[in-house]
């Protein structure tokens, strides 16, 4: 008994010496950088200027934080940016499902909000 704790000790330690950290240090790309250049960049389509109201009206009865029906939180900016590469399909295209049970958004909405996504969603 006395040999297999000496060995399993003998064994740990020699773990314990010849590990060490070898990993390098790498830098972290900064998660707030903006790799998005506008499309559209003379067309002022902001989330407070319109698809905030776009949101309130069609789609937070639905989207909202908490036990909701829909996936995801409309009911901010964080938000739906998130969900926005969801919209294409979903909401933007000719055979958008959303806002469902309802009829399609209008086609000047759906455009706008096609520019705001690729104008990089901006906030403001």
Not at 65 to 82: C, H, I, L, M
Not at 89 to 96: G, T
Request: charged share 15%; proline share 6%; glycine share 8%.
């Amino acid at each position: 008994m006395k040999r297999i704790v000496f060995s399993l000790l003998i064994g740990i330690s020699i773990m314990y010496v010849g590990c060490e950290n070898t990993a390098t240090e790498v830098d972290i790309e900064d998660p707030n950088t903006n790799e998005c250049t506008p499309q559209f960049p003379e067309m002022d389509v902001t989330y407070d200027n319109f698809v905030k109201g776009v949101m309130d009206q069609y789609c937070i009865s639905c989207h909202f934080t908490g036990n909701s029906p829909g996936p995801g939180d409309f009911t901010n900016y964080n938000g739906v940016k998130a969900a926005s590469g969801f919209f294409a399909a979903r909401v933007i295209s000719d055979n958008a499902d959303m806002p469902q049970g309802n009829a399609p958004l209008s086609q000047s909405i759906r455009d706008s909000l096609n520019i705001w996504i690729g104008n990089c969603s901006p906030r403001n």
